[in-house]
């Protein structure tokens, strides 16, 4: 069983910037995928991001609406990941959430919650106007 970990949330003014973390448990997969969601009050959960790794490649996606401004990354000798948040706006307020898939995604699977196998317990961002 693995367990994730998010860090790094908390209130900031429209402009500002925040580094989201995620620490896993465990030994760091070969293979697999980390993905971050958010959930806004009221509405569903969206995909933001996710980087998927084999081996000694990455590829990372973004969801239109933080491309440019998010960037994920991972550390694998941690196995821990985090989310660079830049330029936020008020439409950014949400519970953060990583999560952990066993499986190498790619296609359109990276941005399907029901992908992947562990998720954490969430960090709120707010920003503020």
């Known amino acids: 069983q693995v367990q994730l970990v998010e860090s790094g949330g908390g209130l900031v003014q429209a402009g500002g910037s925040l580094k989201l973390s995620c620490a896993a448990s465990?030994?760091?997969?070969?293979?697999?995928?980390m993905g971050w969601f958010r959930q806004a009050p009221g509405k569903e959960r969206e995909f933001i991001s996710a980087?998927?790794?084999?081996?000694?490649?990455?590829?990372?996606y973004y969801a239109d609406s933080v491309k440019g401004r998010f960037t994920i990354s991972r550390d694998n000798a941690k196995n821990t990941g985090s989310l660079q948040m830049n330029s936020l706006k008020p439409e950014d307020t949400a519970d953060y959430y990583c999560?952990?898939?066993?499986?190498?995604?790619?296609?359109?699977?990276?941005?399907?919650?029901?992908?992947?196998?562990?998720w954490g317990q969430g960090t709120q961002v707010t920003v503020s106007s």
């Open positions: 999560a952990t898939s066993r499986a190498y995604l790619s296609g359109a699977l990276y941005a399907r919650g029901d992908m992947y196998n562990y």
């Open positions: 980087i998927s790794w084999n081996g000694g490649v990455s590829y990372s």
């Open positions: 465990g030994r760091s997969p070969t293979g697999g995928a």
